[in-house]
């Protein structure tokens, strides 16, 4: 009776444990159920998210396009209606006089181009001529894409052609990249100032991807997401990063500079803003065809006026850029940026840029036709072309 008793006590007691077994492995396949669906529902909602954000910066994209456009219509209306009022001859070809001394910029927008013939540019060179203003209200041309220069030779590494050219420039890696003529023009530049003994240039960043500016973008902005959404979580995100599209450093003209020397720390981790390289960089880069990109109130240096409202950038950024060197000239005449600088040229089509007297560059303005181009060319000694992505292409003919 008692061995009976016992057997059947263990039988409950196993029974008693097999249940807790079951409801404990119930228990579990609950839980994993619900990190199941919780993981599904978050994975949902991420893609959701980025999708919402995707559609919203097309949105904003399709709203700056239609705003350029009615810019360049009122500008084009604009520089109609002036036309129309002239009652001078717009053939007579005889200039003011320039100041004997000094630089001096004339307006000639009621002279005609003394052409002895045209040029062609093509669509590529157009684009590349340095003048393509990119910022947060102008996209880069649709045919602007990472796809498109994967083959051709309008972008070249940085360090591998210097090397090849016989004059090494140091970059942070051979993937360190620029348009052709912003090459040429920083070759020229870093061996002027290597004449003047100024040496250890490192250029950190030039052309970057679509790919890498989106991926930017999201990085920054992932920052903010628990706070903001929307339209403003865009804003808030642009204040350190652009919109994929609209960032300067994509055109592949720009360059991010400081300086560099092997094994040498204290050379190295000096304020680039307070060595010699930048000084002689920022009073000569003009002369080559380079300014300064972004400056904003007392950066880079102390007099520097605020242009954050005309390029879109509000903190400080060590970026240069190749706008040739009359667009430069006039540039560092007149403190403009590049934004100021294409608004210029809308409201006076037709310039003359003049030192001491010698006409050294004369610019004008024409309708972009969206494709490739004849310019007229005068006796000159080179002539250059550039878009501005503002509805214009701006010739400029050095003698």
């Not at 709203?63 to 500008?75: L, Y």
């Not at 053939?91 to 009621?110: F, V, Y």
């Not at 090459?183 to 003994?197: I, W």
């Not at 002689?280 to 007099?303: C, K, N, Q, V």
Request: with cysteine; proline share 3%.
């Amino acid at each position: 009776m008692k061995a009976t008793c016992l057997l059947l006590r263990g039988r409950v007691m196993s029974n008693k444990n097999d249940g807790q077994k079951k409801d404990a492995y119930t228990h579990l396949k609950h839980i994993l159920a619900v990190l199941i669906v919780f993981t599904a529902v978050a994975g949902i909602g991420f893609i959701f998210a980025r999708d919402t954000v995707d559609a919203q910066l097309a949105s904003l994209k399709a709203q700056r396009e239609e705003q350029n456009q009615e810019r360049i219509a009122q500008h084009n209306q604009w520089l109609a209606e002036q036309r129309a009022g002239h009652t001078g001859s717009i053939e007579n070809t005889d200039w003011p006089a320039a100041q004997p001394e000094g630089w001096d910029i004339l307006d000639l927008s009621d002279y005609s181009v003394d052409a002895i013939s045209t040029q062609t540019f093509t669509r590529e060179e157009l684009e590349t001529g340095g003048l393509m203003v990119v910022n947060r209200w102008h996209y880069l041309p649709a045919d602007y894409t990472d796809e498109r220069f994967q083959n051709g030779d309008e972008l070249v590494s940085v360090s591998s052609t210097a090397r090849a050219d016989g004059f090494p420039i140091q970059a942070t890696n051979s993937s360190v990249s620029l348009m052709r003529p912003a090459y040429e023009a920083l070759s020229e530049m870093l061996q002027a100032a290597k004449n003047q003994n100024l040496d250890y240039y490192t250029i950190q960043e030039g052309y970057r991807t679509n790919a890498t500016q989106n991926q930017l973008f999201l990085d920054a902005q992932s920052k903010y997401e628990d706070r903001y959404t929307g339209e403003v979580l865009i804003e808030k995100t642009r204040e350190s990063v652009s919109v994929p599209g609209t960032s300067d450093f994509q055109t592949g003209l720009s360059i991010r500079v400081h300086r560099s020397k092997s094994g040498d720390r204290e050379f190295n981790s000096a304020n680039f803003r307070e060595t010699e390289q930048f000084t002689w960089l920022y009073d000569h880069s003009w002369e080559h065809g380079y300014t300064f990109r972004f400056p904003i109130a007392g950066y880079p240096t102390e007099s520097t006026a605020d242009k954050s409202w005309k390029t879109g950038i509000g903190i400080q950024m060590m970026v240069f850029r190749y706008v040739g060197k009359g667009p430069a000239a006039v540039m560092h005449v007149k403190d403009f940026c590049l934004e100021e600088f294409v608004e210029y040229m809308i409201e006076h089509p037709h310039i003359g840029v003049f030192n001491n007297g010698e006409l050294l560059y004369e610019l004008y303005r024409v309708t972009d036709s969206g494709s490739s181009m004849n310019v007229d060319v005068t006796d000159c000694d080179t002539v250059t072309a550039s878009i501005d992505n503002v509805g214009g292409v701006i010739v400029c003919l050095a003698y």
